[in-house]
Nanobody, 116 residues
Framework: QVQLVETGGGLVQAGGSLRLSCVAS????????MGWYRQAPGKQRELVAV???????NYEISVKGRFTISRDNAKNTVYLQMNSLKPEDTAVYYC??????????WGQGTQVTVSS
């Protein structure tokens, strides 16, 4: 059983910053990829950023240069530093990890609200 716990969401004014954290616990030998997704009301869930075991990263184009994903392998933790937040970043943010092909887990989600 693997569990993900996200923290760090909240309400912030446009231009502000938030840092999301996600800790994975349970029987985990290695994590191939760790990522953050978001889902705004009435929209599909979308990938925000992902970091692979190699350290390489990918970002959704609208967050490039504003968000930074990082991971601490010793702590099975992934972070998302979000700067220069915009109202359109408002969404529920979900943590996702991939332990292997087709083996993925999701967090419960954390609300991020950016006021204009």
């Amino acid at each position: 059983q693997v569990q993900l716990v996200e923290t760090g969401g909240g309400l912030v004014q446009a231009g502000g910053s938030l840092r999301l954290s996600c800790v994975a616990s349970g029987v985990i030998f290695s994590i191939d990829a760790m990522g953050w997704y978001r889902q705004a009301p009435g929209k599909q869930r979308e990938l925000v950023a992902v970091i692979f075991s190699s350290g390489s990263t990918n970002y959704e184009i609208s967050v490039k240069g504003r968000f930074t994903i990082s991971r601490d392998n010793a702590k099975n933790t992934v972070y998302l530093q979000m700067n220069s937040l915009k109202p359109e970043d408002t969404a529920v943010y979900y943590c996702n990890i991939e332990l292997g092909p087709g083996v993925t887990y999701w967090g419960q989600g954390t609300q991020v609200t950016v006021s204009s």
